[in-house]
């Protein structure tokens, strides 16, 4: 049995069941143990968030992804090489092997999405930006190739991920994750039929700039995510984030659309499955 420890208390159920559109389960906060799948599971069922799509950012990452949504029905997943691995990979002459295993674990049917993909200009130097780059056009082909939605981490990046993605052509489904621009990035984003995630960060005191970015984004194009461990909802900023936190941020959001929260939920359940597929 897992603690609770200091853990948020869970909030009210959401009266309509939504997706956790990011999260990861191989992953434990501060070097932590990573959380008990089943138990993560029927936590965040248990306040109306009984499906997940489980990210793997590297290669242990992507192939435990592949075991896991063997094993729970409540999850899909999504596998990619991480912008912040790609630059040791390259630099240990590893990219082409990392690639290739990446491309045969995308193949299998519950895998739904490439990514996270992207640039990160905040954690990799300079140095780091050409494989970066390069990385992020072989995942965007990739999810073209097999049909995938393509998800996008996108830190300090704003305008060369715009840029990389009308450049080689986005795919279909194309998810900013966690996205963190500001009001004419989420318009550029609309317009062009992209879909932005939001997670708790958007409830946070300082985040003024990304509310209004979420404001002008239309309910049909909308997604929400923990991307937990990280980025806990307010006001439990700096505690464990976990997929049953996501109540807190579908409701801040209702609050910043001025929607009604069961016509949020039916839109994040709506354009999950339109862009992941049936669970
Ligand atoms: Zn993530």
Known sequence: MTSRGDRPPAPDPLPIPVVDNHTHLDIGRDGGEPPDPGEAIAEATAVGVPRMVQIGCDLPGARFTVEVIDRYAALLGGVALHPNETPG???RGETDAARAEIERLAAHPRVRVVGETGLDYFRTGPDGIPAQQDSFRWHIDLAKRTGLALQIHDRDAHDDVLR?????????????????????????????????????????KNARQLRNALAVTPLSQLLVETDAPYL??????????????????????????????????TAVADNSERIYGPW
């Open 232 to 265: 806990t909802p307010s006001p439990h900023r700096g505690a464990p984030n976990a997929s049953y936190l996501v109540p807190l941020t579908v409701r801040a959001m209702a609050d910043v659309l001025n929607v009604d929260v069961p016509a949020l939920c």
């Open 164 to 204: 990389i993605l009308a450049e080689e052509g986005a795919p279909e489904h194309t998810v900013l994750h966690c996205f963190s621009g500001d009001i004419e990035m989420a318009r550029t984003c609309v317009e062009r039929g992209y879909h932005l995630s939001f997670a708790g960060t958007v409830t946070f």
């Open 89 to 91: 990979l390259a630099s």
